[in-house]
C-alpha cells in the first residue's frame, strides 16, 4: 500500500493496488495520500493461475463435457445453442462486442496536499483532462464534487483525440449552465472544431454543431433544440450522436430527442478532446460557466430514449388504391350486400410483401342505400361482434382511416352489417411488418398546423395546400399522423394527402359533403418534411390540420 502511495504522489495519477484486491473490491492509491475503495454488490473477478481475472460468462465445453465460465479480455460476449438431439450438443456462436465508453471522465477529482487541482481521470481510456486556471472542483450539489469552470479560462483539456468525427460516434455529459452562450465540448482541429455542443445565448438553446471543414470560419451542420431549452441553474442531461452511414445528427435533453440534422461532408478532428471550450482558427472561444460532471464519449451511436414500440414496424407507401367495387379493382363490379363480407387481398399489391402484419388503410363507402356500419379483421378469424371501423348515413361518401391486421393468407375482411348495400373503397397508405427495419411511432402533444379559418382564406376549388411538419416532430422525412378536417365546404368533394414533390395519386383521404364538417385520420408521407393537401372539388372549403404524432426511422 505504502509502495503505492509513493509511487502516486510522484507520478501524479492515480495507482492500483493489487494485494488489496478481492472479489468484491479494488483499491487505488491516489496522489493526495488518500486512497479509493470500489465496491461491488456481487463477485466481479477470480483468481485465476494466482492472478485476479474480470468474471466472462461465455460458457466453455472441459474435457470432460462439462460447462464452466471463460474469462476473457477481449470486451466479447459468446452465445451458445443447445441442441440435445445433436452429436456436439452446443455451439458457440460468433462472439459480439461489447458497447462500452471508450472514454469516462466523472470529473469528481480532488487537489493534491499542496492545494493543486489534480488531472480529470480517464477512469476508461486513460486519456486524463488537464484542467487550467478558472477550472475547480466544486462540492454541495447534485454531483459532489463536480468540475466548475469560470467561464473565462476555465477548460479541462485532453493531449490527444477523445473520438473520430468523421465515424459514428455519441458524447454525454451532465451540465448545469449559469449563464449562456458557452461551449461545453469540443474536439479540435487545426483552426476548427470537429464537432462542439454549446449553448446558445440569443434564446437559450441548447446546439449540437458539426464542422464541414477545418478551416478559420467553417459551416455548421446544427442541431438546434429550441428557445429554452438550455435551463440556467439547473442540470441538463445532454447526448449527440452522430451516425456516419446516415449522416445523421441527434441531441437528446434529459431523454428527450430535441433536434436533428444531418451532415454528410465530413473530417476528423484528431486535437485536443475539451470540456469548457472550442477551437477558433488559432486560439480557443466559447467559454462555458457552469459545471458538468460525467463526460462520456462511445465509438457508436447510443439511442439513450426508449420510443413506444409497436408490434411491428412501419413501412410508408405511397398511396394507392387496391378496392373499388364500382370499377371491379379488387373486387367484382358490384356492391356489397348488407350481411356480406369481401375478403380483399392486401399482400401482393401495392408492392406489400407477404410478411406484412398489418395494414393502414383508408376505407370509404359510395352510394350506400342505408344507413350502416363496416367491421374490419383478419380474413379467416373469427368478425368480432361489438366494433365497428366505420359508420355512415344513407346516400353519403364516406371514408375512415384503419389499422387491420392481416390473415395468414395477406387478406383484410370487410362486413357490410347493414340490410341495405353499398359500393367500397380502399386506398392503402402503408403496412407493418415484423423486424427492425421500417419506421417507430413517436408520441407527442397534439400540435395545429393548419387552420385556413384563422386567415379567411379557404382552399380553391381543386386547389392545394402545403403543411410543414412543425418543430414537435423530431424527424427527417417522418410519416405524420393527422387528423384532417373539412368544414364550411361550399360544393362536394375530397382531400388527397400526398408528400410534397411527388405525383398527387388516385386516391381519397376524406370524403364530404358540402355546408359539413367532416374529420379523418390520416397516416401521409412527407417530402422534405411537407405534406400536399389537394382539393378535388368544384367548391372552396376550409381545413384545419392537427399533428397526433408521427412514424420514423429514428
Known amino acids: 500500500m505504502e509502495q503505492s502511495l509513493v509511487k502516486a504522489q510522484q507520478t501524479s495519477a492515480p495507482v492500483p493496488v493489487p494485494a488489496a484486491t478481492t472479489a468484491i473490491d479494488t483499491v487505488v492509491a491516489n496522489p493526495s495520500g488518500t486512497v479509493t475503495v470500489t465496491r461491488s454488490a456481487i463477485p466481479q473477478r477470480a483468481k485465476v493461475d494466482g492472478a485476479w481475472k474480470d468474471l466472462d460468462p461465455t460458457l466453455h465445453i472441459n474435457a470432460d463435457g462439462s460447462l ?19 452429436p456436439d450438443p452446443i455451439t458457440a456462436q460468433p462472439a459480439q462486442a461489447l458497447l462500452t465508453a471508450t472514454h469516462s471522465w466523472p470529473l469528481n477529482g480532488t487537489y493534491d496536499n499542496q492545494n493543486a487541482m489534480l488531472p ?56 448545469k449552465p449559469l449563464s449562456t452562450g458557452g461551449t461545453v465540448l469540443s474536439q479540435d482541429g487545426t483552426k476548427a472544431p470537429g464537432f462542439k455542443l454549446w449553448t446558445e445565448a440569443s434564446d437559450s438553446s441548447w446546439r449540437f454543431g458539426m464542422s464541414t471543414s477545418d478551416t478559420a470560419a467553417p459551416t455548421f451542420d446544427t442541431a438546434d433544440a429550441g428557445a429554452g431549452s438550455a435551463r440556467i441553474g439547473s442540470w441538463n442531461l445532454l447526448v449527440a450522436t452522430y451516425r456516419k452511414s446516415t ?7 434529459n431523454g428527450v430527442k430535441a433536434a436533428i440534422a444531418t451532415h454528410t461532408t465530413t473530417w476528423n478532428a484528431t486535437g485536443s478532446f475539451r470540456i469548457g471550450d472550442h477551437r477558433n482558427n488559432t486560439a480557443h472561444a466559447g467559454n462555458f460557466t457552469g459545471q458538468v460532471a460525467h463526460v462520456d464519449t462511445h465509438a457508436h451511436v447510443l439511442d439513450p430514449t426508449q420510443d413506444a414500440s409497436p408490434a411491428g414496424y412501419y413501412q410508408a407507401i405511397t398511396q394507392t388504391r387496391i378496392l373499388d367495387t364500382r370499377n371491379g379493382t379488387g373486387a367484382p363490379t358490384a356492391p356489397l350486400n348488407g350481411g356480406s363480407t369481401l375478403a380483399l387481398q392486401v399482400t401482393g399489391q401495392a408492392n406489400i410483401p407477404a410478411e406484412a402484419t398489418a395494414v393502414a388503410i383508408n376505407l370509404a363507402v359510395a352510394n350506400p342505400t342505408t344507413s350502416s356500419f363496416l367491421v374490419t379483421y383478419p380474413d379467416g378469424t373469427t368478425r368480432p361482434t361489438n366494433t365497428s371501423a366505420m359508420q355512415y348515413p344513407a346516400g353519403q361518401t ?30 392503402v397508405a402503408g403496412y407493418f411488418t415484423t423486424g427492425t427495419n421500417g419506421q417507430k411511432y413517436h408520441a ?47 360544393a362536394n368533394g375530397y382531400i388527397t394527402a400526398y408528400p410534397d414533390g411527388t405525383t398527387r395519386p388516385t386516391a381519397s383521404t376524406l370524403n364530404y359533403n358540402a355546408n ?21 372539388s368544384t367548391g372552396t372549403t376550409h381545413l384545419v390540420i392537427d399533428c397526433l404524432g408521427y412514424f420514423a426511422a429514428t
Open 68 to 86: 464452466s465460465p471463460a474469462v476473457s479480455a477481449g470486451g466479447t460476449v459468446t452465445a451458445h445453442i443447445t441442441n440435445l438431439d445433436a
Open 120 to 175: 480529470a481521470y480517464d477512469v476508461i481510456g486513460g486519456l486524463h483532462g488537464t484542467p487550467s486556471a478558472g477550472a475547480s472542483w466544486n462540492n454541495g450539489d447534485l454531483f459532489d464534487p463536480d468540475l466548475y469552470l469560470d467561464g473565462t479560462n476555465g477548460v479541462v483539456s485532453t493531449a490527444s483525440a477523445a473520438l473520430a468525427t468523421d465515424n459514428d460516434f455519441s458524447v454525454s455529459a451532465w451540465v
Open 398 to 427: 364516406t371514408s375512415s382511416m384503419v389499422i387491420v391486421p392481416l390473415g395468414t393468407n395477406g387478406k383484410i375482411a370487410i362486413y357490410e352489417h347493414g340490410t341495405g348495400k353499398t359500393d367500397l373503397l380502399a386506398d
Open 247 to 253: 449522416g445523421a445528427m441527434t441531441l437528446h435533453v
Open 516 to 536: 359539413e364538417t367532416v374529420p379523418n385520420l390520416a397516416i401521409t408521407p412527407t417530402g422534405n418534411g411537407t405534406v400536399d393537401l389537394y382539393n378535388s
Open 444 to 490: 407527442i402533444n397534439p400540435t395545429r398546423l393548419l387552420d385556413t379559418r384563422r386567415d379567411g382564406t379557404p382552399v380553391a376549388a381543386n386547389g392545394l395546400k402545403k403543411v410543414a411538419q412543425g418543430n414537435t416532430v423530431i424527424a427527417l422525412d417522418p410519416s405524420l399522423v393527422l387528423n384532417i378536417t373539412v368544414t364550411q365546404g361550399t
